[in-house]
Structure formats: structure tokens, C-alpha cells
């Protein structure tokens, strides 16, 4: 059985790109497309991705548009991958196919590695090349194997960066924006009269400020919203509390 694994992290983002890329991939094929939307780098609390880890057996195949679609936690990663490749399951990554399982797979196989070496290394039952050229078999393969999980490891770690840098720039830009508010509400000053904002109301004002289309953002306002994990009432009181400040300003 083929299937296949799409996941985003939020609402604003669009699975059916991995979807479209999963799909002509196994085009002609039969394929059962699993999806999910999950935020952090967690594999637990992924239902989807447990279902389907428990579900697959022995000769299925799992097709994932990136190895981060697959975890974007390295140590989960490798180990999920390789408790898979144990039980004869075959993992494709579309984006990265030199750590495809069949990759690895061949990678250490000794009639792979005669052909690749064009007869270098011996076939062991010649007793005569096989007793002179054994130790060399032995190093070669074992290097192999470990050039080939090297890559594994890595992909999954530059996985794991990636995501890690999105979250520090996130961070960066969010604290950007909170000092570039705060000085503006300093040269505003306060109405007399008016309430002191709640750091609830200002956390919100920041995200606003960075995402909606109508500031500095791309996002709708449905969006926004979701992100902000406010009620829409009070986004678009604090939508409104931005919009006056901001005329007074100029």
C-alpha cells in the first residue's frame, strides 16, 4: 500500500501544494493521502502521524513532499525513520531522495557496492581473493553505512535549523515591532481619561501590527484572528484602537 503524509504548521498556510506534489509523484499509483495540521516540533500529539506509524506494515510506502513534513525534531526523526526501515517499510522523500530508504537500502548492499566498485571488492566464496580482500570488504561496507545514516542524520538537523531560525526571526521581528510601538504610543502619550492597556491588549496590537494586510502583515483579518487567538470582537476593537492612534499620530 502506498500512502502519503502532508502536514502544515497553521492555518494560513496551504497543504495543497504537498498534496499536488505527493500525488504526481505516485501518479498512476493508488495512494492514500494522510493530512494534518500541527504546530510544533513535537511528533507527539500528531494523530495522523501516529495512526499511520502503527498502521504500516512490511512491503507499504509512505511519500512525504520534505523530510520536515516527516519531523522537524531530529532525534524523533531518525528514530522514527529507522524503526520503519527495521520493519521493511519504505519511506520516499520527494524533496530529498538521497535518503529514501531504497537509497540507504542499496547503499549497503554488498552486490551494489561489486558493482559500483567494478569488482574491487571480491565475492568472499573465492577463497583465495575472499581470505586477501575480507578485511577490505568488511571496511568498505562499514563505511558506507556510515556515510549513508550521516546523510540521514543531517537532513533531519537541517530540518530541525530551519525551523528553529523561522522561530528566532519570528522572535526578532515581534520585539522589533513591540519597541517601534512603545515609542510610538510614548510620543502619542495617553487621552486623559483613558484605561491603561492590559499586556494582553498590547501582545495582541503587536501580532496585529506585524500580520494584517491593512498594517505591515499579508494576512486577512479571519486569519489574524485565528493567530492571535483573540475573539473577533475584540480584534477588531483593537483594530480600531491602532487605526485612531495611528490618525493622531500624523
Known amino acids: 500500500m502506498i ?4 502536514r502544515i504548521s497553521k492555518p494560513s498556510q496551504k497543504i495543497d501544494r504537498q498534496i499536488t506534489s505527493i500525488t504526481k509523484y505516485c501518479v498512476n499509483e493508488k495512494v492514500d493521502i494522510r493530512t494534518e495540521e ?14 499511520l506509524f502503527d498502521l504500516v506494515e512490511e512491503g507499504d510506502i509512505i511519500v512525504f513532499d520534505s523530510v520536515s513534513r516527516m519531523s522537524r525534531n531530529a532525534k524523533e526523526g531518525i528514530e522514527q525513520y529507522f524503526q520503519l526501515y527495521d520493519r521493511g517499510v519504505d519511506l520516499v522523500f520527494i524533496k530529498e531522495p538521497y535518503i529514501n530508504t531504497s537509497t540507504y537500502r542499496d547503499s549497503i548492499d554488498m552486490r551494489k557496492l561489486e558493482e559500483l566498485l567494478g569488482g574491487l571488492v571480491a565475492n568472499e566464496d573465492d577463497k583465495f581473493a575472499g581470505e586477501f580482500l575480507k578485511p577490505l570488504n568488511k571496511f568498505v561496507v562499514d563505511l558506507l ?18 525551523v528553529k531560525d523561522i522561530s528566532d526571526r519570528t522572535k526578532s521581528g515581534l520585539k522589533e515591532a513591540r519597541k517601534r510601538l512603545e515609542a510610538e504610543n510614548r510620543n502619542l502619550g495617553r487621552p486623559p481619561g483613558s484605561k491603561r492597556e492590559t499586556e494582553k491588549s498590547k501582545k495582541a496590537k503587536l501580532r496585529i501590527m506585524e500580520l494584517s494586510k491593512d498594517f505591515k502583515g499579508i494576512l486577512k483579518d479571519e486569519d489574524v484572528w485565528t493567530l492571535c487567538k483573540i475573539s473577533k470582537n475584540s480584534y477588531y476593537k483593537y483594530k480600531r484602537e491602532m487605526i485612531e492612534e495611528i490618525k493622531k499620530s500624523k
Open 145 to 162: 553505512k556510515v556515510i549513508a545514516k550521516q546523510q540521514i542524520i543531517m537532513a533531519f538537523e537541517q530540518a530541525e535549523k530551519e
Open 3 to 6: 500512502y502519503g503524509y502532508a
Open 38 to 51: 500541527f504546530t510544533g516540533r513535537k511528533i507527539e500529539g500528531r494523530k495522523e502521524w501516529n495512526k
